[in-house]
């Protein structure tokens, strides 16, 4: 199985401020990448999906690929009590198959 | 109301059962996946389907059976021979390679 690492926390960021995550991944030929949301006890959501290099911005969230240092970051901004969460970062392996990253437990404190 | 169903929400066993989980998908969606997720870690694939009638192992596909006889439906038994089964099991579908998986609500199975 590829390998994808992602600090697992928790970051603690004020409400207000931009909370910043961080995934690397083992496999130079992935194509696809993925960060999903999962409240504690639920199952994950997606929240953002980012294919070719640079930034992509969805609302509040930002995703950031990397693929010559292998790695894609996500940016959550006006951080939120609701964003606290557990980020999943998932990456396709090269064929059906999506490599999950342990998660980073996000806590926004009001 | 498109999405992924899955049964029961909570599901309870006594060691040396086997049971089944159901996982239901109205999106048309032509891969699905089988993970279980355990406290503190992340998902781990047990099985997936690329189409009808075709799977293959995961990760962890030891003590653990799927069939998929329809497209829409994909259900995962947990056989005796898992050593460890509690664990909240996950069900999602994408509509093809490289695209994003789409999860359902989850089982939460204890076994004792």
């Known amino acids: 199985q590829k390998e994808v690492e992602q600090n697992s926390g928790p970051l603690s960021v004020p409400e207000g401020a931009i909370a910043s995550l961080n995934c690397t991944y083992s496999d130079r030929v992935s194509q696809s990448f993925f960060w999903y949301r999962q409240y504690s006890g639920k199952s994950p959501e997606l929240i953002m999906s980012i294919y070719s290099n640079g930034d992509k911005e969805d609302g509040r969230f930002t995703a950031q690929l990397n693929k010559a240092s292998q790695y894609v970051s996500l940016l959550i901004r006006d951080s939120q009590p609701s964003d606290s969460a557990t980020y999943l970062c998932?990456?396709?392996?090269?064929?059906?198959?999506?490599?999950f990253g342990a998660g980073t437990t996000v806590t926004v404190r009001a | 109301d498109g999405g992924i169903t899955q049964s029961p929400k909570y599901l309870f066993r006594k060691e040396g059962q086997n049971v089944t989980l159901s996982c239901e998908q109205n999106l048309n969606h032509d891969a699905m996946y089988w993970y279980r997720q355990d406290p503190g870690q992340g998902l781990r694939l047990i099985y997936y389907?690329?189409?009808?009638?075709?799977?293959q192992k995961g990760d962890i596909a030891e003590g653990y059976s799927v069939s998929r006889e329809k497209k829409e439906s994909f259900p995962l038994t947990v056989t005796s021979a898992q050593k460890n089964p509690t664990a909240f099991y996950l069900c999602a579908s994408s509509i093809s390679w490289g695209n994003p998986q789409y999860f359902g609500p989850g089982t939460r199975l204890t076994v004792t």
């Open positions: 389907s690329q189409i009808v009638n075709d799977f």
């Open positions: 998932a990456v396709n392996e090269n064929d059906y198959k999506l490599s």
